[in-house]
């Protein structure tokens, strides 16, 4: 090999490295410049949530928080009980199920024969339900008797009885009553608390 052809192999890998050199310094370079060819935006909002869902079960009128029978019950005996829903002031718009149940202290249940208000409509899960709203101040009348079992016998008698009223309230809004209570009767659904469409 000359001296001649060795310089030219020189200056070609020399210019070959430096080519390399400069594209890869440009690469660099407009990887960085596309770095900051970015944007970002974000932004937040505070929302207020309404009211919440407060009731309260009546009896006679005034809030209770534990029922009050008087005298010894026996089969068909019928309490005449004012028994009722009052929403406090600041509740959101609710609607409204009850049922009853009656069990002694073996755990036993039977089914308890109540007498409501044309407002209820019985479904078959064994709830009442409201055919209203139940707005803040609001009142609902629900039981206006109850009556103790026919169906109890001699093996029943000096047992003590426990009488439970459970009511739920669920915000009207949104249809959460068709999301949640599944088993409400649908003519019920469709009236009160509609899906969305």
Do not use: C, H
């Not at 030219?8 to 594209?23: D, E, F, P, Q």
């Amino acid at each position: 090999m000359t001296n001649t052809q060795t310089k030219r192999r020189a200056n070609a890998s020399t210019i070959a490295i430096i080519t390399l050199s400069v594209l890869l310094i440009a690469t660099i370079g407009i990887g960085i410049a596309l770095a900051f060819f970015t944007g970002n935006a974000n932004v937040t909002g505070d929302i207020t949530l309404g009211d919440p869902v407060t009731i309260n079960i009546t009896q006679g009128g005034a809030s209770v928080s534990a029922l009050t029978f008087s005298g010894k019950a026996l089969p068909g005996t019928v309490y005449d009980q004012a028994i009722g829903i009052s929403a406090p002031a600041n509740t959101t718009d609710a609607l409204v199920r009850a049922k009853l149940t009656i069990t002694n202290a073996d755990g036993a249940s039977t089914a308890v024969t109540a007498t409501t208000t044309d407002s209820w409509q019985k479904g078959e899960d064994d709830y009442y339900y409201y055919k209203g709203t139940l707005s803040a101040n609001g009142n609902a009348d629900f039981v206006t008797s109850i009556t103790v079992p026919t169906s109890l016998t001699n093996a029943d008698a000096n047992k003590t009885y426990n009488i439970a009223i459970i009511v739920e309230a669920i915000q009207k809004a949104n249809n959460a009553a068709n999301a949640t209570w599944t088993t409400a009767p649908a003519d019920w659904l469709t009236t009160y608390s509609p899906a969305a469409g």
